[in-house]
């Protein structure tokens, strides 16, 4: 995973590898600007003095997790090559894990314990629901999404010399597929027109099997009027079916396979030659999040979840949020795949309730009023090197507080309980942020070590003191 570099003024420069990095910090030309993600601050240099390549931050913003790539473009200035090669390289994978449920319970609770309480005070009558949502208003879990996404590309753009931008916006190319049912787009296997028709599809058929309604299942493309019979590969001839049914119908037609269920048949009939309604119409969220991209001044590439898709397959790719975000918009090859992957988890900045509520909204037990302990706060980033007892070892992660002193740490391998605040040294603040290295971009599931920051952890120079002035 690449290191971020800043000038003396703490521009951006172009980010290095792990191993220069700590190079430059044992020669003293560097100093540690934040701990995760890891940037240094070269003494010595300035923005103007060095060349700058072409950065993109390409994302994929999804309702859980939003995955995020930074890649070095081919120099495209050179024009003596006309056949030049999309050829990226990836220089970081992130991953940010949304908090919109977190945001949503509290919320519900909130509004239900206000209406609890007021219903006891005296009747009311119901009010007129007189009041607009202003336009372009979302729910605040989706406002969140958009917020964070924003924020990590601010940083992002802070941290290195990104010029451009890429969002995966739709599920299928619209303009692309401009009326499908009517302009007879066919679809084909394996190509990128293939790859739109099928999302398409998904949409159109809510992503559930036409003939049982089975979803959350893998989904195949089915022949209505069968292709052995002289059907077409047309949009209007196709619809999606699971595995079972796909293979239970075979080469049969639709009447013949649905001839008990006459009302499935009917549905089936009506619902193909119908062009998907309102086809135009993208995920509020990603539109309201690609305003925002555009508002920064930088070129924004939009993309299809069709294209997506497309080159993870022709890629061989497994499916991950950030090697999606890598394979959004027009991608040929890439190089260095295979690394790290940081998880941004959003854990927020605590509650200012002071008082912990029952089910039916009555305070129990009362929390500190202080958000500080012993100089720690929730959400700090801290090492901590037990010497002694039964929790000897060395601990890495984010602190939860406690006015006794005694802390837990949540580390990338699970939590471990009562480490005592003596214990703990300061890494970096809280920022509304938990970090972890856990993964390799290709063998998921497996939890890693977080070498590379156990690693930075240990750098010659490093004060973990500058670290507060957080980057
Ligand atoms: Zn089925």
Same mark, same amino acid.
């Given at each position: ?18 191993? $220069?990095? +700590?190079?430059?910090? @044992? *020669?003293?030309?560097? /100093? ?5 993600? =890891?940037?240094?601050? %070269? ?76 219903? $006891?005070? +005296?009747?009311?009558? @119901? *009010?007129?629901?007189? /009041? ?5 208003? =979302?729910?605040?879990? %989706? ?94 001839? =196709? ?233």
């Amino acid at each position: 995973m690449a290191v971020f570099v800043l000038d003396r003024r703490k521009k951006p420069l172009m980010p290095c590898a792990e191993r $220069r990095a +700590r190079l430059l910090l @044992a *020669r003293g030309r560097a /100093r540690v600007h934040r701990v995760v993600p =890891l940037t240094i601050r %070269l003494v010595d240099r300035l923005q103007e003095d060095s060349t700058l390549q072409p950065l993109r931050l390409k994302m994929d913003p999804g309702s859980q997790t939003t995955g995020m790539a930074l890649v070095r473009e081919p120099d495209t200035t050179d024009t003596t090559r006309e056949d030049t090669i999309r050829a990226l390289t990836v220089l970081m994978l992130l991953e940010i894990q949304h908090r919109g449920p977190s945001i949503h319970e509290a919320l519900t609770q909130r509004s239900s314990h206000r209406r609890f309480r007021r219903g $006891r005070l +005296r009747h009311r009558p @119901a *009010r007129f629901d007189n /009041r607009t949502k202003p336009e372009g208003w =979302l729910a605040p879990s %989706l406002q969140h999404r958009v917020d964070t996404t924003m924020a990590w590309v601010d940083r992002l753009c802070r941290w290195a010399p990104v010029a451009a931008l890429s969002q995966e916006l739709v599920r299928f190319d619209t303009q692309q597929m401009q009326n499908p049912e009517i302009s007879g787009v066919a679809y084909q296997h394996g190509t990128l027109a293939g790859y739109e028709v099928r999302e398409y599809l998904l949409e159109k058929w809510a992503r559930t099997c036409a003939y049982c309604g089975a979803h959350n299942t893998p989904l195949e493309i089915d022949h209505i009027h069968p292709k052995s019979q002289g059907g077409s590969d047309r949009v209007s001839n =196709l619809t999606i079916a699971c595995h079972d049914c796909n293979q239970r119908k075979g080469s049969q037609d639709v009447a013949v396979f649905l001839a008990k269920r006459p009302e499935t048949l009917q549905r089936i009939r009506a619902q193909a030659p119908a062009p998907l309604r309102d086809a135009a119409a993208v995920n509020s969220t990603r539109w309201a999040l690609y305003q925002r991209l555009k508002a920064t001044g930088l070129e924004v590439e939009v993309a299809s979840g069709g294209r997506t898709k497309w080159n993870r397959h022709r890629l061989h790719l497994p499916k991950t949020h950030s090697l999606d975000a890598v394979c959004v918009g027009s991608v040929d090859t890439i190089h260095n795949a295979q690394q790290p992957v940081l998880t941004i988890k959003a854990t927020g900045r605590g509650s200012d309730q002071r008082t912990r509520l029952t089910k039916h909204g009555f305070p129990r037990g009362y929390l500190t009023r202080s958000k500080s302990a012993f100089g720690f706060q929730t959400g700090d980033l801290v090492k901590a090197v037990v010497t002694s007892g039964k929790k000897a070892g060395r601990y890495f992660g984010r602190v939860a507080i406690r006015a006794t002193g005694s802390f837990n740490i949540q580390t990338a391998t699970g939590l471990v309980q009562g480490i005592a605040h003596r214990f703990c040294i300061l890494i970096q603040r809280a920022d509304g942020y938990g970090y972890a290295l856990t993964k390799r971009a290709f063998d998921t599931g497996e939890a890693g070590t977080g070498a590379a920051y156990a690693a930075a952890l240990s750098l010659p120079g490093m004060n973990p003191g500058v670290s507060r002035a957080n980057g």
